[in-house]
């Protein structure tokens, strides 16, 4: 062989190889921040006052990013309400908000800023973005002219939607995503009339983007990753914790492993209404995540991700939730059944009575297994294995199927479902499966003081939730969370199911 081609062959080997590197992983931020919230009024404020208070808000996320970027991260998420807080009519919230263009636009707000309507905000955000090298996301109001050529304009002649927007490394705005699923008391804004399924391309993977409460949905959430096929999602949030199953860092894992993607979640921190919670996540565990009670701190979370987890090797298999769960019979009777409420649905419970063994619940179509083993059972500690099969119409309408196995709060069973953060009861092994009808199915594991479990369970391509080890604490909840999601539009049954 001539030596030019060897060196060629050997160039060509070693730009692959570069290539390779420059995308396999990136360094991804979320910061959690303490918003500072406008005082309570409904009166609206004049545009100098909210961009004042807006500008307190991204002095302290300036320090996020600018140390996030010193970290060596590629991208840093921010919280949703993350730049003036939530406490708002829909006249009230007006002078915060912008016009953001469609980002088809092409724009650099700055290096342009003086291109569309006065847009200081968006101006700062891709300064930081820019200065820094670092793409931002971030969550902020977007208002749209309309008139009554639009038989759906709001009378005051303009839509408001919480947005949010991803402005590059260099500043340009790439990404604008209108929150299709608002949550209730969201008075402020409108809900835009088509879902957008939003996503931008980077040298380290495809990302896709949605806000909070979307993520219980099916539209925009499930279309970006199961049709889209995005390797991270962005996700901005100011989420109220709700145990013992919509607890932040406990839900948002189980969705980055039930779905197969990298998530990377902002929390706004403020504990009076129970916001925190915040976490950089891989399909097969938390790499860092931040749950904190106790005091009003931000916190800025960075860790390493496979930038195409779909195609690395330690990706999970496609998982039928369904196959072991429909392979084996009831594990036990169901003469002491009981019934009980979580979060406003009725689930049926069976007690782990003894220190280990196998038992099943049924609910409707849903029959969950459990095989497990204590260390030691606590007198003074009761677990159930629980089932729902059914709508949940409390705060939204979505069709859950879910199999648990709860601490309950006291020795009392009508307390089982109540939230509980801790526990003493430690665990050997577990085993968890159901005989679900969907493929959305989440699973969660979370220890005692709300602690997740990375690396110390998988889910096995039969369905089966199973400790990969010894659980290294003890156990408040084992769940899988399915969502049913071609049923949310059905009418609720007439009455919960009759018990024994
Ligand atoms: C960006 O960097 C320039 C030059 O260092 C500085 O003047 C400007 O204030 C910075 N802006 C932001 C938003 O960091
Ligand atoms: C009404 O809105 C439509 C669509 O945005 C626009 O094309 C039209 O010019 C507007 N009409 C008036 C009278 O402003
Ligand atoms: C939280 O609520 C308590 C009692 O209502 C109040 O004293 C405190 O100031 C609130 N904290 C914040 C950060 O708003
Ligand atoms: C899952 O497994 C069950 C039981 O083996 C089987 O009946 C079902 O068709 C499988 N579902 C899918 C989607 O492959
Ligand atoms: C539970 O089931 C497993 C496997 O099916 C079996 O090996 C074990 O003996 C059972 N345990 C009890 C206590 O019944």
Known sequence: MLPSQTLLHTAVFALTVLQALASDTFIAAVYEHAVILPDAADEPVSPEDALALMNKNMDVLEEAIKEAAQQGAHIIVTPEDGIYGWRFTREAIYPYLEDIPDPAVNWIPCTDPTRFARAPVQERLSCMARNNSIYVVANIGDKKLCNSSDPSCPSDGHYQYNTNVVFDSEGKLVARYHKYNLFMSEIQFNYPKEPEAITFETSFGKFGIFTCFDILFREPAVVLVSELQVDTVLF??????????????????????????NFLAADTHYTNMSMTGSGIYAPDGARTYYYNMKTEDGRLLVAELDSHPRRSPASLPAVN????????????????????LIFHDWFTFTELTKPGGNLTVCQKDLCCHLSYKMAGKQEDEVYVLGAFDGLHVVEGQYYLQICTLLKCKSTDPSTCGKPVETAQTKF????????????????EVLYSGVQLAPGEFEVLNDGRLISKTRPTKPVVTVTLFGRWYEKDHLKQDPQPPAFP
């Open 321 to 340: 939730w369904s196959s072991y769960a429909l392979s084996v019979g009831r594990f036990s009777p169901n003469d002491h059944d009981f019934g009980g």
């Open 428 to 443: 050997e092994r577990f085993s968890l499966s159901g005989t679900f009808g969907t493929n959305y199915v989440f699973p």
């Open 236 to 261: 901005p949030t100011a989420w109220m914790n709700v145990l013992p199953f919509l607890t932040a860092v406990e839900f948002h894992s189980a969705w980055a492993m039930g779905m197969g993607v």
